[in-house]
């Protein structure tokens, strides 16, 4: 189940530093999918710490059993030995960075700090106690300044700048999990999440309108509406639709055609190549899985 994953492809970038003679930072890496891939299974990373950031979209993460749901903006740690992975989520479409850090020694250093600045860093690190928060604007920029350093093989100071990046990347971390983790949501935007929520069915709501129930303009209202919740509003409002298209799929086994019409969609073409985009699958393999399981009631009570 240990696994550290360095296989870089057209929509994934991973830099493996252990080749560079890194021993703290491992692992970089950065996928940017335009449609969801197949869920993360579970896995561990030993004695590693690593840090997410969800860049842009949601992201259902499960951790030691439990779910947590991130959205754009959002920070994930999963600590030493913590078995985690997306569930039955596939993992969406949108950017995330994650990075892997082994948990160095007690008379270790660690990215050439001082000892005690070293060991206090990564102390402050494993005693967070709220692993999801939301992140500074900054975090973004440190990583991608990681990668360009990287890149720049020709430069004699390239791994002081990369172990310097590090360094500012992790201390605000550790600043904005003291801050504390949910940023909030105001009022006019929290009114139109309650309209989407609340009109799901039906012909999906013109941009312009929601940013007249907002009381701003168009382009304020989209840089507003993706500040507070991590994705713009187009693609909020297409996942939920697709939310709501599993739940009619797999409980009111509804027919894909009909869920389609009723959410909005133009054609039973459009609705499965957006259900696809986000799920990985069609609307008809989903539900079939789904229809494939076995009943509850049917199932044997299992055995120690």
Not at 77 to 80: N, Q
Not at 128 to 137: E, L, V, W
Not at 192 to 198: P, S, T
């Given at each position: 189940m240990l696994n550290i994953l360095v296989d870089p492809s057209n929509d994934r970038k991973i830099v493996d530093f252990r080749k560079l003679g890194f021993r703290d930072v491992l692992v970089l890496g950065r996928y940017n999918y335009a449609y969801a891939h197949k869920p993360l299974k579970k896995h561990s990373h030993g004695n590693m710490l690593e840090i997410c950031l969800l860049d842009e979209g949601t992201q259902p993460y499960v951790v030691e059993g439990r779910e947590y749901g991130l959205k754009g903006g959002d920070v994930m740690?999963?600590?030493?030995n913590e078995v985690h992975g997306s569930g039955d989520n596939p993992e969406n479409r949108g950017r995330l960075y994650w990075m892997l850090i082994r948990v160095p020694g007690r008379k270790e250093r660690f990215l050439n700090l001082a000892p005690v600045e070293g060991q206090s860093l990564v102390r402050g690190l494993?005693?967070?106690?709220?692993?999801?928060?939301?992140?500074?604007?900054?975090?973004?920029y440190y990583l991608e300044r990681i990668f360009q350093a990287y890149d720049s093989d020709h430069s004699p100071l390239r791994h002081a700048e990369m172990k310097n990046w590090m360094v500012r990347f992790l201390l605000d971390v550790l600043a904005d999990a003291k801050r504390l983790s949910e940023s909030r949501i105001s009022y006019s935007i929290k009114r139109?999440?309650?309209?989407?929520?609340?009109n799901l069915h039906g012909e999906?709501?013109?941009?312009?309108?929601?940013?007249?129930?907002?009381?701003?303009?168009l382009p304020r209202f989209k840089a507003r509406f993706k500040q507070e919740t991590g994705i713009s509003p187009g693609n909020y409002i297409?996942?939920?639709?697709?939310?709501?298209?599993?739940?009619?799929?797999s409980t009111?086994?509804?027919?894909?055609?009909?869920?389609?019409l009723d959410l909005g969609f133009s054609s039973s073409q459009y609705f499965a190549t957006v259900f696809k985009r986000y799920m990985g699958q069609t609307p008809t393999q989903f539900q079939r899985h789904v229809l494939s399981r076995p009943h509850p009631q049917k199932m044997n009570k299992p055995g120690r």
């Open positions: 740690l999963t600590f030493p494993l005693a967070i106690k709220s692993r999801h928060f939301k992140g500074h604007r900054m975090l973004k139109v999440l309650d309209h989407i929520h609340q999906f709501p013109s941009l312009e309108e929601l940013a007249a129930m907002a009381n701003l303009s297409m996942t939920k639709k697709i939310e709501e298209a599993r739940t009619l799929l009111a086994r509804k027919p894909v055609t009909d869920t389609g």
